[in-house]
Every structure is written in C-alpha cells, then in structure tokens.
C-alpha cells in the first residue's frame, strides 16, 4: 500500500514503524472474510482492511473524527485477520499504534474514561479484584439476573500438588484467574506432577500486562511486565526452570510478545527476548509429554472452543484438540471455530452489545451437537461463555486431571 506520511508522524518511532506495516498490505480484502465485526456488522470500516485505511488517513494528515477512534475501538483484536492475510500484515501492531494516536488527538466522553479508569484499576491488580468478587458472591442474592452471571461460584479443586521433581517449571498466576477459576492452575500443578513435572509459583509474577497494554496504558504494562522479567529470569537463566508455563491463553500470547514489546530497552531486551523464548502454552508442555501415565476416564461428548490467542497468536491451533482426542474424547465439529467467541479481555465490558452477538453465534456453534461440556483454554473464553451456556464449561486441562 502506497503512502505519504504527514511530517508529524514521519519523524516518530510509532509512526516510521505504522509506514513499515501499512506498505505490507495490499489491500486484497482477503481479512474481510474471517472478521467477526464485520460479518456481523457488514460496515468495511469495521473490517481490518477498512480499519487500515483510517489509520493511513490519519498518519497522512486527514482529520481525526470520533468515528475513527470508534471504528478502531470495535476491533476484537482476534488477529483472525492475520491468520488469513497472504501478505503477513502484522495488523495487531499497527491497531495498537493506531489507537495510541487517535486517542492523543480524540478525547473520550467522561463516562468512558471513567469505565476504562476503573478497568485498569481493578482487575490487573489480583487483591483488588478478589476483593471485588468477596464483595460480589456477598450481595450476590441481591443482584439482578445479568450480574449475578457474571459472578461466579468457586469450584472445583483447588489444592496445589506439593510433590517435588527434577523438572521445574513456572507458572504465571495471572491476576482475575485465581478469583473466578483457582482450580485451573491447581489442576496443571496436579496433571503436570504426573508427568513428572513440578510447578514453581512466584506470588509476585500477577498480571501479564495485557489489560493495560491494549488500554493504551504502556508505562504500567511495562512495570508489570518488567516486574514478571525480575522475577522469573534468574530461575530461566541459571535453568532451574525449564519453562513458563500459562494456562491462559490471553496471558500467553502477551508474554511471548514481551520480547517486541521491550525491544529497544537497553536493560531489559535481551532478558525479554529470553523469558519469551522459554514462555509456553499448557498444551505445547502436555503435546510433548506421555499421556500414559495420566488415568483419564474420557467417554464424553465435547466441544473445544479454541481462543482466537490460541490459534491466531499463538499459532497453536489443532494442539489441544490433538491432546484430546489423543486422550480418548470425542470432539465435535465445531462451525466457523475461527470466530471470536465476543470475550476479548475487556471487549465484553466496553462492547457489550457486539461482545453479547457474538458470544450468541458462539454457543449455537458449541451446543449444536449437545456435547455433555464445553471447554476451552483461556479465563475470559471460559467466564464469558459459561454465563449463558446450557451445559458446564471448564478448562480442557482439568479434564486430564483424574
């Protein structure tokens, strides 16, 4: 794609790095097609190709408007364009540059930021939301029907395996899991102890970043993320742990983009590049292991959702249904599995409207076949879905923990 950068923009890292991107696309259209906003809304400025094009406009210098700033807003960020694109458009990069920009020139109204404030100030921060949702399960009762979904009761098993091993690993806790699904993360700590494997907890590796990176908040992504680097480099570099191991998958995708993050920090790139290098995915670790020496009871009816961090970000579409079936479960088909299921960290809160349609399609999608339970591999996928689901919806993971 041909363009002229407006001097403004031209002598800026955010802007010389946006031409680079924008001059990869060649405008095809081919992204349209796998665009949940747009296949829901049919408007091409809420498609990545249209999406592109504003942001062009507005590095060449054309006005500004509070529609520019919408349009962009309504990106999920699937990254199921990305997936799609023949020419390697790194389309996420460029929204988030995008975005940086367009909210430097167009001031949101006082209800926005004061929703998007309290976003950032709660739910990175894990005592602040647990305290939240203490509050939450509390008046509970009292709540109308539509909150009350969004607050869950705690289930499931949440006792850690205290075995020791000779493999060590680390695992992220992650900052709203603990409070809505505590017995993910203990579930991978018991299967993962099976296969030999023990989990290493540093309480202070919380938050990815993710929530204030893709709010435009970057200097308190880069605390949170530096604050991880500190504490998980020396036990990666001496190798007392072999790998980072993440069971949100939305949390995953960030920490192994902690390394382009960080790339021109002189302290920190090097040490970036290494903690995404060893970070995975739970089901790259499981992939690679003998399930044998799991006992899984598996005669039932699933259906996998695979969040769009999993196949479109991380590239690991196919892993987990693989270990699945491997383990003796039946997966159903699942009709247009590359849509977004409307989660989208926090798409659901601030899009309700596009987040709830596409959270509809969704589970038509997932209970077509009446699988006897959903499940998925990302805290926000797992939350939103279980809401208005007929049927439980868990983390695959827990179903190898028997």
């Known amino acids: 794609m041909q363009t002229k950068i407006s001097h403004k923009y031209s002598q800026s890292l955010l802007g010389q790095r946006a031409e680079e991107i924008l001059r990869s696309c060649v405008h095809c259209g081919f992204c349209t097609a796998t665009c949940p906003t747009y296949q829901l809304l049919g408007d091409e400025l809420d498609s990545p190709r249209g999406r592109i094009y504003l942001i062009k406009q507005m590095l060449e210098g054309n006005e500004v408007t509070e529609k520019t700033q919408q349009h962009l807003d309504r990106c999920l960020v699937c990254r199921s364009c990305e997936t799609t694109c023949p020419s390697g458009v790194e389309y996420s990069r460029l929204l988030e540059i995008g975005k940086h920009l367009v909210d430097d020139e167009i001031k949101r109204p006082l209800f926005t930021n004061i929703q998007r404030s309290l976003l950032r100030f709660v739910l990175p921060y894990p005592k602040r939301f647990s305290t939240a949702m203490f509050f939450g399960r509390l008046f509970k009762p009292l709540l109308p029907a539509k909150l009350k979904h969004s607050i869950p009761d705690i289930s499931g098993n949440t006792v850690w395996s205290t075995a020791t091993q000779a493999r060590k690993m680390l695992i992220l806790n992650g900052c709203v899991q603990p409070s809505l699904s505590p017995s993910i993360n203990a579930a991978t700590s018991r299967v993962l102890n099976k296969l030999g494997i023990e989990l290493i907890n540093k309480s202070l590796a919380q938050c990815c970043g993710a929530v204030n990176q893709h709010m435009n908040d970057e200097p308190t992504a880069h605390v949170f993320i530096k604050q991880n680097i500190d504490q998980w480099f020396p036990l990666i570099d001496s190798g007392e742990a072999e790998a980072i191991v993440i069971t949100a998958s939305g949390c995953g995708a960030m920490v192994k983009e902690y390394a382009y993050i960080l790339r021109d920090d002189a302290d920190y790139a090097e040490k970036a590049r290494i903690i995404s290098q060893h970070c995975k995915d739970i089901s790259e670790i ?102 208005d689901a007929s049927v439980e919806v868990k983390h695959w993971i827990e179903l190898l923990d028997q």
Do not use: M, R, W
Request: hydrophobic content about 35%; glycine content about 6%; proline content about 3%.
């Open 286 to 387: 499981i992939a690679q292991e003998d399930l044998s020496k799991l006992t899984i009871s598996a005669d039932k009816n699933i259906s996998f959702h695979s969040p769009c961090t999993l196949q479109h970000a991380q590239k690991l579409n196919g892993v987990v249904e693989g270990i699945l079936s491997a383990a003796g479960f039946n997966l159903n088909v699942i009709k247009d599995s590359h849509l977004c299921c409307g989660s989208a960290g926090t798409y659901s809160i601030l899009q309700p409207e596009i987040s709830q349609q596409l959270k509809h399609n969704k589970l038509q999608s997932l209970q077509q076949n009446k699988p006897e339970l959903i499940a998925t591999a990302n805290i926000g996928c797992l939350h939103h879905l279980a809401g």
